[in-house]
């Protein structure tokens, strides 16, 4: 079956799916004739469904993406600038979590959601664990602390030094401050050797971040465990990620205890204007 099929009734000629194709794989040579796929092209093609979602007319097909798998877009459902920029000031990382769970759908939602996120040459190689039982989630929380009394001794940066030992003591007295109690953590890893691999996950777990604030949940990055989370043996066995993939990010998921009513401050963005 070709890769590329037209709808001669549909099209109309305009050639906006030969200018869309990253791949420059399209060709439309006159307005007399229709568009075709290069000799010989077919692997060059990222499959990123720019060319179905330009055509206005729906005359376009790849036999990787059935039209009737690729929705209209809703405009109408768009948010303006002003909402979007609101979620983005408004979300704050949540470190307090209530101990109810969230529903599996919910977090098959999220994940299916951030599979929107770009990826490098539409690769899409990104993965995901989710550890969705909370005491799984503090077995890892303790993992990572055993890891820290591991390196305390080794290390020589002194704020980090101090910094474990505050996140050690705490874990001393049943605070957990590694993953702050959360109910759950999302795990996003990929094959550790891919160009952009974690260029990749680190989009895809912001995307999921965004989208469970837009949904009512809390989450926050798990900077200590994606630190030991390629080094810690007993922790890299508790993950149990696939084989060669590399965690590039995790996040610790949640209904958050607190609603925030004021934004924060950030620094002034230091910017180079070259005009
Ligand atoms: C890569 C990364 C790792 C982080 N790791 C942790 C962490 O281990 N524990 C924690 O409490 N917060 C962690 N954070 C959250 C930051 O401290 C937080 O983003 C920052 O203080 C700004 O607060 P806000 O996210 O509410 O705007 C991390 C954030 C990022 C981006």
């Not at 004739?33 to 179905?52: A, D, K, R, Y």
């Not at 600038?81 to 983005?88: D, E, M, T, V």
């Not at 952009?196 to 912001?206: G, H, K, M, R």
Request: charged share 20%; hydrophobic share 40%; proline share 6%.
């Amino acid at each position: 079956m070709s890769l590329f099929t037209i709808d001669l009734k549909k099209c109309k000629r305009d050639g906006m799916c030969a200018k869309e194709c990253p791949a420059q794989i399209i060709v439309l040579t006159d307005k007399d004739t229709f568009p075709t796929l290069m000799e010989n092209s077919e692997e060059s093609c990222i499959n990123c469904g720019h060319c179905v979602a330009v055509c206005p007319h729906g005359a376009l097909t790849l036999s990787t993406m059935p039209l009737a798998e690729c929705p209209s877009i809703q405009h109408k459902l768009l948010p303006g600038a002003s909402p979007i920029k609101q979620l983005l000031m408004a979300r704050r990382s949540i470190r307090f979590y209530k101990n109810s769970v969230a529903a599996h759908d919910l977090l098959e939602e999220l994940i299916d959601t951030a599979r929107y996120a770009p990826t490098g040459s539409n690769k899409q190689q990104v993965q995901w664990t989710v550890f969705e039982n909370p005491s799984e989630v503090n077995r890892l929380a303790s993992m990572v602390i055993d890891f820290a009394r591991l390196m305390l001794p080794l290390t020589t940066d002194e704020t980090m030094a101090k910094s474990m030992e505050r996140k050690i003591a705490a874990w001393d007295k049943g605070i957990d401050s590694i993953l702050r109690s959360a109910p759950h953590l999302i795990v996003v890893h990929s094959q550790a050797d891919l160009p952009f691999a974690e260029a990749d996950c680190v989009i895809a777990l912001t995307y999921l971040e965004l989208y469970a604030y837009a949904k009512g949940l809390g989450t926050c990055w798990a900077g200590y465990l994606t630190a030991a989370a390629n080094f810690h043996e007993p922790l890299i066995q508790a993950m149990d990620l696939p084989q060669g993939h590399k965690c590039f990010g995790a996040v610790m998921l949640g209904y958050p205890q607190y609603k925030y009513t004021r934004i924060p401050t950030r620094n002034a963005p230091v910017v180079t204007w070259r005009k």
